[in-house]
């Protein structure tokens, strides 16, 4: 089916069964976040909400909550789009298979954008931003914020909307020491193509003018987070995957309006003006904290009839944000593969937050020239990789090569890798350089260490499944439990400083290696550290700097190499690490009256 508005999707998913309307009305602080989250958890359908305190506006969450319901609402395009993709990241194809890929050529008649000259239909109203459903997610949050936004901005020296960028950043809406109405935080990355923008025109000495999106046809918000290829526009692609050419205006005051969002916010963001933005509960599954972000001088407030507020719950994944995911998977195919050569998978983990954790699959063709296997075009490939897009964040890079290895099975991609690392020779660190800024672990905000640990050739070593006698009777160790084959969780006491940590390694080292337990995790709570994979990879992944908090049994330092025989990673929790999310007890119980005996949810066991 092809959308021209929220409202048709939302339509759509309740007619085939993937959408419940919440009658009741429902506070924007925090019940709508724990009714969200509550639903998504247990893998229900989309809510919409119809009667939300203080708004007149009716909200929708959970739209994209599982990779089925996205793969519904693009059914009717989802497959020409990929042969777009297809021919787009490899243009042989279409040549070797044309009869296969015209109808790539058909839908490639909806990408170019659509300019038109009046606003509607979402200039039909004027606003202001307290008439919006003010959603607050988590109890120490510093505000309302957007959470899926479509944030466009247009590049000062070339503008026009083919030069322009589509992103989705954090929008902060109250809160802080924002004017209600006329002031709002716009947080972004430093990579971001806004970025690249803002800095124009700063350097032009004139304030960047900024157009947020809320709502419109699904494929408008996923187009604002899709890793496009190099001069492909998220406006071309929203049209693409939309079936339906993106439709813009330009407002009287020169902003560019999306005409079928639900809801358009505009403004301008001045040179070196900022104001605190945050706290803020984020994927890593803990507060991004209050820190100076761009300030926003608003303008105008559009919103069309019957427009529909859209969002989403960030927190410690899997969220809705893993099925976006997904669903990016499934449109760009084999993308990475031909944009670095020699890789044949990269999977940002997503439970341990994505951007910390990447495992990846290459090749290894300089073997031939080799005494004996090791990596070599690994470490080529593992650059590559850490010198692209959004994957630049990742703090962990665990690769390899092999027949019948994927990275999508974690458990034993990372059982292949410790069988055949040599911890002496297979690690290499890139220290004082670029982090995700939402991750507490560094020395500062976007700042912390990389580390690549590249495996290749024969297995060298059977990995314990229980627990090694090496770790009895060890002063320092509280307790230990086995996470995985070759993985054991430490428990210590509370952090104080690393100096307990290397402690541990002199003592394991003076009592003997044990190359059956290759990696070792210092923890402050070993039941839940081994309780599950996904506790694992959470814990041990983002609350770890590699300079910092990587130790190691009979560790060497030669030429400007580091090596160990046991890798030991410090994922206790750190004094500067920003605290976890954790929910308001007695806002969950205030949602219990959703599922009572007549009320919208009844029946559901949410």
Same mark, same amino acid.
């Given at each position: &089916? ?29 019940? &709508? ?36 319901? #996205? ?8 497959? #020409? ?29 909806? +990408?170019?954008?659509? @300019? ?41 020296? @070339? ?37 690249? /923008? ?21 494929? /408008? ?16 692609? +929203? ?123 290459? @090749? ?92 290749? $050739? ?17 002063? $320092? ?23 307990? +940590? ?6 394991? #080292? ?15 709570? +070993?039941?839940?550290? #081994? ?19 990587? /130790? ?23 004094? /500067? ?30």
């Amino acid at each position: &089916m092809i959308y021209q508005s929220l409202e048709e999707a939302v339509l759509d998913l309740e007619k085939h069964g993937h959408l419940i309307r919440i009658k009741e009305e429902i506070d924007p602080d925090k019940e &709508m976040a724990a009714l969200h989250l509550r639903v998504h958890e247990a893998g229900g359908p989309a809510l919409l909400f119809e009667n939300v305190k203080g708004s007149s506006f009716p909200a929708v969450s959970n739209v994209f909550g599982t990779l089925e319901r #996205s793969k519904f609402l693009f059914r009717s395009t989802l497959e #020409s789009v990929q042969k777009v993709m297809e021919v787009r990241n490899d243009p042989g194809t279409a040549l070797k298979k044309p009869w296969q890929h015209i109808s790539a050529g058909f839908a490639a008649t909806n +990408a170019l954008p659509l @300019k038109r000259k009046l606003l509607e239909p979402v200039g039909k109203q004027q606003i202001n931003i307290s008439d919006l459903p003010l959603i607050k997610h988590w109890p120490e949050d510093g505000g309302a914020f957007v959470t899926l936004p479509q944030v466009y901005t247009e590049d000062p020296e @070339k503008p026009g909307i083919m030069n322009a960028n589509l992103g989705m950043y954090r929008v902060q809406l109250s809160g802080n020491d924002y004017k209600l109405n006329e002031e709002i935080g716009m947080h972004y990355q430093i990579h971001r193509g806004i970025g690249v /923008h803002q800095s124009k025109a700063v350097a032009k000495g004139e304030p960047l003018k900024v157009s947020i999106f809320i709502g419109g046809p699904p494929s /408008h918000t996923l187009s604002a987070v899709m890793p496009l290829p190099e001069g492909l526009s998220e406006m071309t692609f +929203a049209g693409l995957l939309a079936g339906r050419r993106f439709r813009y205006s330009y407002d009287k005051e020169g902003f560019a309006v999306s005409n079928d969002a639900d809801f358009v916010i505009t403004g301008e963001i001045y040179p070196d003006e900022t104001k605190p933005e945050g706290p803020f509960g984020d994927h890593l599954g803990y507060y991004s904290l209050t820190h100076e972000f761009p300030l926003m001088r608003v303008k105008n407030v559009y919103a069309r009839e019957n427009a529909i507020w859209p969002f989403t719950v960030v927190g410690r994944p899997p969220q809705e944000d893993t099925a976006f995911g997904a669903m990016i998977h499934e449109l760009t195919g084999d993308a990475v593969r031909q944009e670095i050569p020699g890789v044949q998978e990269v999977h940002a983990v997503d439970a341990a937050g994505v951007h910390p954790l990447l495992f990846a699959v290459g @090749k290894e063709r300089y073997t031939p020239y080799q005494e004996t296997k090791r990596p070599a075009e690994l470490l080529t490939i593992a650059n590559r990789i850490l010198g692209t897009g959004q994957l630049s964040l990742a703090k962990y890079l665990f690769i390899t090569a092999g027949e019948n290895v994927t990275t999508h099975k974690e458990e034993e991609f990372l059982t292949y890798v410790l069988e055949r690392i040599q911890l002496q020779r297979d690690l290499h660190f890139q220290t004082e350089t670029t982090i995700d800024t939402l991750d507490y672990s560094g020395t500062g905000l976007n700042t912390g260490s990389k580390v690549i640990a590249a495996a290749y $050739g024969d297995k060298i070593r059977d990995l314990c499944t229980s627990v090694p006698a090496q770790f009895e009777r060890v002063a $320092g160790i509280k307790k230990s439990r086995l996470v995985m084959p070759g993985v054991v969780a430490l428990e210590m006491e509370e952090y104080a400083d690393a100096q307990d +940590a290397e402690a541990l390694s002199r003592r394991l #080292s003076e009592k003997g290696s044990d190359e059956t337990a290759p990696m070792l995790i210092l923890c402050d709570d +070993a039941e839940f550290l #081994s309780k599950s994979i996904s506790n694992f990879l959470w814990a041990a992944f983002t609350r770890s700097n590699p300079s910092h908090d990587i /130790h190691g049994v009979n560790e060497t330092f030669k030429h400007k190499h580091w090596g160990c025989d046991q890798l030991i990673i410090d994922a206790r929790r750190k004094p /500067h690490h920003a605290p976890p999310l954790i929910k308001d007890e007695v806002v969950e119980k205030s949602i219990e009256r959703f599922f009572a005996p007549g009320a919208s949810l009844e029946g559901y066991n949410f």
